[in-house]
């Protein structure tokens, strides 16, 4: 997701002056190279396969709990930044009310993605999930990174670590 929730494109940083003062005490705390390379790591989600996904940026967690065959509980979490200004706590509540929301532009599209994944696989017109479309235009850099547009590459790419993670 590096292509939109780059520095800057969500919050102006350099403007906001509760960051300002984060990093400040970041850089009073741990030093000028420590500081940066703990706000240098920027990752949106962060998936622990099958169930949990982790958004540092906006100090979410969102656990899918499987209750049955065709019913899941998605509960949302938000955490504190050990020694962070309050108001970055606050801001995080606030935002997680907002996208967790079920009338939020971001969970509800999850949701409606999910209930109609969960229609189409009770239907018997095919034993297989296709998650093709894409694969051959996918790339892997020589860093490992793999790249596509329009793609089910992140489901693909999720379900081989999850296998190499099975069978090591």
């Known amino acids: 997701m ?9 919050v102006n940083e350099e403007q906001d002056p509760v960051v300002r003062r984060y990093k400040a005490m970041l850089v009073e705390r741990f030093g000028c190279e420590q500081a940066a390379a703990v706000l240098g790591m920027n990752r949106f989600n962060n998936i622990i396969y099958p169930n949990l996904i982790i958004n540092a940026q906006h100090q979410q967690m969102r ?3 499987p209750l049955a065959v065709d019913l899941t509980l998605i509960r949302f979490y938000c955490f504190r930044l050990k020694g962070a200004p309050d108001e970055m706590f ?4 606030r935002f997680l009310s907002t996208s967790g929301s079920p009338a939020s532009m971001i969970s509800s599209d999850d949701i409606e993605m999910l209930e109609r994944c969960q229609r189409g696989l009770v239907k018997k017109a095919s034993p297989w999930v296709n998650f093709a479309r894409g694969a051959d235009s996918d790339r892997r850099d020589s860093d490992g ?4 547009a329009a793609s089910e590459l992140p489901m693909r790419v999720q379900f081989e670590a999850w296998v190499n993670y099975l069978t090591q």
């Open 2 to 10: 590096t292509n939109f929730y780059k520095k800057g494109v969500l």
């Open 63 to 65: 656990v899918t709990i």
């Open 90 to 93: 606050h801001r995080a509540i």
């Open 145 to 148: 990174t793999v790249g596509g």
